[in-house]
């Protein structure tokens, strides 16, 4: 089961570093943000939140999932550090770029507030996660860590979400993107607050 974790995580993970590889080297005019170009005209400091964002959390990604595998295998100092990588990203970085990008998500107010709504509960998790773990109490600090982790695995689940809609209903791309906005990241949270329950995590 593990070995099909790690196997299945690292193709995804592949999956998403080639899709920031596409925004190196700066260029406004290539994939997602040809879409975007309104944004991108109008308001100066929208690539810095799309880059912030998409460069950091390539990272964040990566160094969750080794903190939570490291965890594992007992390495307790390269999970540790690997945790504080994590946190310090999310924190700074990826879910307040993250929640700025909400407000120009496409597909409507809908889709707006889903990206909102998930950039908050991002940082609001691993803030929390942080202060558990200053406070030593572990098995708290787990369980809101993989809350985070949660919201973190959104970058996949929404795009996975994306291509199976797609191929089954051929919707209209706004509807799309109404849809995966919240589809990305609530089954996500809701198996993780099932876990937790059953003490599973």
Known sequence: ????????????????????????????????????????????????????????????????????????????????????????????????????MGLFANGGFLSKISFVILGFLWWFSTFRAYQLARQKKFKEHKQWMWRSFAFTLSAITLRMWKVIIVYLFHPNPMDVYQIIAWLGWIPNILIIEYLITKKHI
């Open 1 to 100: 089961m593990r070995t099909f974790l790690i196997v299945g995580f690292g193709y995804f993970f592949w999956l998403m570093l080639k899709i920031t590889l596409e925004y190196i080297p700066f260029n406004p005019e290539v994939s997602f943000l040809m879409i975007k170009q309104t944004e991108v005209v109008d308001r100066p400091e929208y690539l810095t939140f799309f880059y912030t964002h998409v460069y950091t959390s390539i990272f964040v990604l990566l160094s969750g999932f080794l903190a939570i595998l490291r965890q594992n295998f007992g390495l307790k100092n390269l999970h540790r550090n690997m945790g504080k990588v994590y946190i310090f990203l999310i924190l700074i970085f990826a879910a307040p770029s993250g929640i700025y």
